[in-house]
């Protein structure tokens, strides 16, 4: 009985301790924002300077937060790899290696691989897709073999995926993605059956792929490889179809307990047999392995976090420029606490308050900026490239916002520690008089001045090499007269011009 008494009343007083620390932070928060009203100039030029910080900030991080950090869209993607195969005469072991597969080949490495449990090719497809009497559209799509949906471990949220019989014939079925069912048939769940001309062929729907999945990643549409035997390929080399027609991205999901090594050493064993075994068209060829996501994001990285950087040192300048002027005002505000001081008021509790004015400012400016930093990305995104991978799923959702709101409270009391320490030293001003205080607060107002020059003039050249790094490269001399030159490309059914000829008529 004592000691639940003595719980008890140890409870209470710690119940009793927050209920105060929450009402006096409260307090805080209210006698910030009264002060901070009372001079709107400086509290609009102070969440004016942050908010162009963190909208920069917020804006890039949601790129990298997009494409670099957040997991790929499928069930256990650390298991996705690719298999890539090179001319070791080419592409050395540590270079790009980025040749594509043929499709004997890949019926090889999908019956001696032993490393993976589950592997699959796909082949980019591109089509003038229309629906009864709308507007046509070149789509991206995709061709894919008996495993893909497999191997990537997602099933359709309608119907079904292919089968073994309809890659065998090719016959005239295709799934779509979420996005193509929305905007061709209005997300009508009674879709399965319909049909889909693409590039003048009539295709039945026959599934619809989960909101988010899109691989390849322009990818919107998918239909069977129809491919065909080992040998039946091979036969085919007089019409440019055999082990010399690399056509094909493979992926593969890892077994249970391999690593990206012993796979690597796999697929090398397996490619040094098929060298020898076929010497034509396989000598010096080799094969490797690379986790999937290295391979989707790689070419994007390195531009992203030299990016992030530069504007991670623009936060901080916005930082340095809201401590200078915090430091301004606080100064202002000596007499104020030298008699909060003279009443009893505690060093620290002048400390906290001062603080709890530069997070609400940080706040604010928070706000502002993470609605700057919605505006930043669209133009971001209009301005990148194509080949931005995952560009299509990025946008400004709850996590970018929590991160975005713990960088301004972080922001608020990096930049408000040393004007709340110095403005709780500083002792009541004498007329006339140059105090100590006034000294160190110049002299800090001139190292942060120092420091904001350096990163500024930093961020200039950087800047400046940049922009005359593209002014290269837009004045390449090409060797050839650019005015007035345009390209373009045909979508090819590659079924009914199944060779040589019949390709080069259709160009003619």
Known sequence: RVAAQALGAVSDGWI??????????MND??????????????????????????????????????????????????????????????????????????????????????????????QPLEGIVRLGES????????????????TLAVAPRLGRSFAEAEHRTSEPVIMVSDALWKSRFEGDPAVLGSTLEVDGEE????GVMPAGFRFPETAQFW????????????????????????????????????????????????????ASEFPATNTARSAAVVPLRAAVVESARTPLIVLLGAVSLLLLIACINAGCLLLVRTSARTDEVAVRLSL??????????????????????????????????????????????????LGLDLRVVLVMTGVSGVSGVAFGFLPAVRASRAPAPVSGTRTTATVGGQRLLTSLAVAQIGLSTLLVVGAGLFTRSFSNVMGVEHGYETEGL???????????????DQFAEFFE
């Open 135 to 150: 507007t046509p559209d070149w789509v991206a799509g995709a061709r894919v073999t008996e495993s893909f949906f497999k």
């Open 344 to 393: 009893g008021a505690h060093r620290r509790r002048i400390v906290r308050q001062l603080l709890t004015e530069s997070v609400v400012l940080a706040l604010a400016g928070g706000l502002a900026g993470i609605i700057l930093g919605t505006l930043a990305l669209e133009i971001l995104l209009e301005a990148a490239p194509v080949t931005l991978p995952r560009a299509e799923s």
């Open 203 to 206: 295709l039945t729907v026959i």
């Open 486 to 500: 345009a390209t373009f490309q045909l979508a090819i059914d590659w079924d009914r011009y199944p060779g040589w």
């Open 29 to 122: 928060v209210r006698f910030a924002i009264r002060t901070l009203t009372r001079r709107k100039g400086f509290a609009a030029l102070a969440v004016t300077t942050l908010a162009l910080g963190i909208g920069a900030t917020s804006a890039l991080y949601t790129l990298v937060d997009g494409v670099l950090l957040r997991p790929l869209p499928f069930p256990d993607p650390g298991e996705l790899v690719i298999v890539e195969g090179f001319d070791q005469r080419e592409h050395g072991p540590a270079a790009s290696r980025s040749e594509l597969t043929s499709e004997a080949d890949f019926r090889d490495f999908e019956e001696r691989n032993r490393s993976l449990r589950s592997i699959a090719g796909w």
């Open 223 to 274: 239909r069977p490889s129809a491919a065909r035997p080992a040998d039946a390929v091979d036969n085919l080399s007089q019409d440019g179809f055999g082990r010399d027609w690399r056509t094909l991205h493979v992926v593969g999901r890892l077994g249970d307990g391999t690593t990206i090594e012993a796979a690597s050493r796999d697929f090398e064993e397996v490619a040094a047999n098929l």
């Open 16 to 25: 009793l301790g927050w209920e105060g620390r929450v009402k006096t932070l």
